[in-house]
């Protein structure tokens, strides 16, 4: 079954804009009843680990890694249903395939919980930027 799908993606040049899209309204952790959820975007570059770029939790808090900070900026719509990434200033490191997911918040953040702990994911969408 289905419950994360991504819209968006594609190739840009360097210091160009870029909107992704997760619909996570079909996860069990998005349910009204839950309290303590955590949504989120990760990338995975060649050659690399899949690690946190952007989530926010149900508490409306959001943290951002360091390489993202000021450029990129995630947010929620129709009742949390939506995720958004809106990426500016684009670069080539932030090339890579980015994967929305979902799960249930655990101490200390949502990078954690999601990535160490179960979650929903997508399949991802590719993002190419070039120089």
């Known amino acids: 079954q289905v419950y994360v799908k991504e819209n968006g993606g594609g190739s840009v040049q360097s210091g160009g804009s870029l909107t992704l899209s997760c619909d996570v309204s079909?996860?069990?952790?998005?349910?009204?009843?839950?309290?303590?959820?955590?949504v989120g975007w990760f990338r995975q570059g060649p050659g690399e680990e899949r690690e946190g770029v952007a989530s926010?939790?149900?508490?409306?808090?959001?943290l951002y890694s360091d390489s993202v900070k000021g450029r990129f900026t995630i947010s929620q719509v129709g009742s949390a249903s939506t995720l958004t990434l809106q990426m500016n200033r684009l670069k080539p490191e932030d090339t890579g395939r980015y994967v929305c997911?979902?799960?249930?918040?655990?101490?200390?953040?949502?990078?954690?919980?999601?990535?160490?702990?179960?979650?929903?994911w997508g399949r991802g969408t590719q993002v190419t930027v070039s120089s």
């Open positions: 079909r996860s069990p952790y998005m349910r009204r009843d839950r309290r303590d959820y955590c």
């Open positions: 997911a979902a799960g249930e918040y655990f101490s200390p953040s949502c990078f954690v919980s999601i990535l160490d702990f179960r979650a929903n």
């Open positions: 926010i939790d149900s508490e409306g808090d959001i």
